[in-house]
């Protein structure tokens, strides 16, 4: 079964950076689409990037501008680098395979408050 670590969250005042990353074991890493999450307190887990095989990426519109997702293949990690943060940013960051219905780890938690 794959497993996920996440780490790179911290408190933020806003207007700060912060680089997420997520490694990912017993998984074959490279052949897939792997994304970003968050999950705020009292709403439902959301996507807020992804990235392809072939390293295309996508963003929600809420973080397109400020966030960059990456990947290093040959570490089986991928990225998260948020700028110009947000109180809205504030939650729980998860990686995953895109489409992954299991396999969540722990998440990261992000906050951002002055």
């Known amino acids: 079964q794959v497993q996920l670590v996440e780490s790179g969250g911290g408190l933020v005042q806003p207007g700060g950076s912060l680089r997420l990353s997520c490694v990912a074991s017993r998984v074959i890493f490279s052949t897939d689409a792997w994304a970003w999450y968050r999950q705020a307190p009292g709403k439902p887990r959301e996507l807020v990037a992804l990235?392809?095989?072939?390293?295309?990426?996508n963003y929600a519109d809420s973080v397109k501008g400020r966030f960059t997702i990456s990947r290093d293949n040959t570490k089986n990690t991928v990225y998260l680098q948020m700028n110009s943060l947000e109180p809205e940013d504030t939650a729980v960051y998860y990686c995953?395979?895109?489409?992954?219905?299991?396999?969540w780890g722990q998440g990261t938690q992000v906050t951002v408050s002055s």
């Open positions: 995953n395979k895109v489409g992954a219905l299991g396999g």
């Open positions: 990235i392809t095989s072939g390293g295309h990426t």
